[in-house]
Nanobody
Framework: QVQLVESGGGLVQAGGSLRLSCAAS????????MGWLRQAPGKEREFVAG???????YLADSVKGRFTVSRDNAKNTVYLQMNSLKPEDTAVYYC????????????????????WGQGTQVTVSS
């Protein structure tokens, strides 16, 4: 497993931008498929973006064209750049790692991920 710590959340007006970061521990970071998921009040946790260990990215339909995701294996960090934010993007955002190394994606379900950060709050005001 890996330990994950998110940062970068906050309050932003609709149409604004935020960049979330997720710092991971361990030397095997590059071999994990990573993901970003979010949970709004009263709703289930949902998939936002994924980064397979083999490269590339994939996004939920609800954020395509607005969010981008990337990873820097040299820094053991993944990023979620969020642009054109909407009030419905308000949620706690979680960084997550696959349950084991070399797991092929795309991973989208909560149960696909075995390590989680503590979450960071993103609030978008209208």
């Amino acid at each position: 497993q890996v330990q994950l710590v998110e940062s970068g959340g906050g309050l932003v007006q609709a149409g604004g931008s935020l960049r979330l970061s997720c710092a991971a521990s361990g030397r095997a970071f590059s071999s994990y498929t990573m993901g970003w998921l979010r949970q709004a009040p009263g709703k289930e946790r949902e998939f936002v973006a994924g980064l397979p260990w083999t490269g590339g990215t994939y996004l939920a339909d609800s954020v395509k064209g607005r969010f981008t995701v990337s990873r820097d294996n040299a820094k053991n960090t993944v990023y979620l750049q969020m642009n054109s934010l909407k009030p419905e993007d308000t949620a706690v955002y979680y960084c997550a790692a696959a349950r084991s190394r070399y797991t092929s994606g795309p991973l989208r379900r909560v149960d696909d991920f075995g390590s989680w950060g503590q979450g960071t709050q993103v609030t978008v005001s209208s």
